[in-house]
């Protein structure tokens, strides 16, 4: 099974409608992330998490809300989808904290491919 | 903010060698990702930078700068399944990504 999953893998919806993104992750790590990528735009921070407690906006967090439910879940709304919300999203953890290794890094989801019409 | 500038795109010949650059100005600094990407899928791990110096990992180097602000990513022995994306991502315990540098392994 793969350590860190996503739902859905794709998505088309319309404009206005509330689409919820689900991240869950296997690999016990406290800190996730939601990134969006865009052609030629590279992978944009929309909001992170270094614990349950603790949220933070990214540098693109306009329009998107998250809910951290548990340490293996983050979730990533669109409360009213706009169409330059379509993008490839991708949630991703980290456990920084247990050192600098080859391993401790991001790990990357598979990807949502979002289009809102 | 965050400047991190990498090429767009770089073509290669099978079996050839090519370095892709990453200069950047960010407002804090504890180390320096390589990623690369094959299109539609996750980014994964090649390298991680935190001294300055090179770093090598089979036909996969990566070498950094601090003082300069720079690093590179050298693919040695191209190879087809080498073509994709290669992100370059600053660490200031989060990631801020370049737009990435497509490169493009031709026979």
């Known amino acids: 099974d793969a350590d860190v999953t996503q739902t859905p893998r794709n998505r088309i919806t319309k404009t206005g409608k509330r689409i919820m993104l689900e991240c869950s992750q296997t690999?016990?790590?406290?800190?996730m992330y939601w990134y969006r990528q865009d052609p030629g735009l590279g992978l944009r921070l929309i909001y992170y998490?270094?614990?349950?407690?603790?949220?933070n906006k990214g540098e693109i967090s306009d329009g998107y809300s998250v809910s951290r439910q548990a340490q293996a879940k983050f979730s990533l709304s669109l409360e009213s989808a706009i169409p330059n919300q379509t993008a490839l999203y991708f949630c991703?953890?980290?456990?920084?904290?247990?050192?600098?290794?080859?391993?401790?890094?991001?790990?990357f989801g598979p990807g949502t491919r979002l289009t809102v019409l | 903010g965050q400047n991190i500038d990498q090429p767009t795109e770089m073509t290669a010949t099978e079996g050839a060698i090519v370095q892709i650059n990453c200069t950047y100005q960010?407002?804090?600094?504890?180390?320096l990702f390589w990623y690369q990407q094959h299109a539609g899928e996750a980014p994964t791990f090649l390298s991680y930078?935190?001294?300055?110096g090179l770093e090598e990992k089979g036909r996969f180097s990566s070498f950094l700068s601090r003082s300069k602000g720079y690093s590179y990513l050298l693919l040695k022995e191209l190879q087809m399944k080498d073509s994709a994306s290669y992100l370059c991502?600053?660490?200031?315990?989060?990631?801020?990504f370049g737009a990435g540098t497509t490169v493009t392994v031709r026979a």
């Open positions: 991502a600053v660490d200031d315990y989060k990631l801020s």
């Open positions: 998490s270094f614990d349950v407690k603790d949220i």
């Open positions: 960010t407002s804090g600094f504890n180390g």
């Open positions: 690999k016990g790590h406290d800190r």
């Open positions: 930078n935190v001294l300055d």
């Open positions: 991703a953890t980290s456990d920084l904290d247990r050192g600098w290794d080859s391993t401790d890094t991001q790990y």
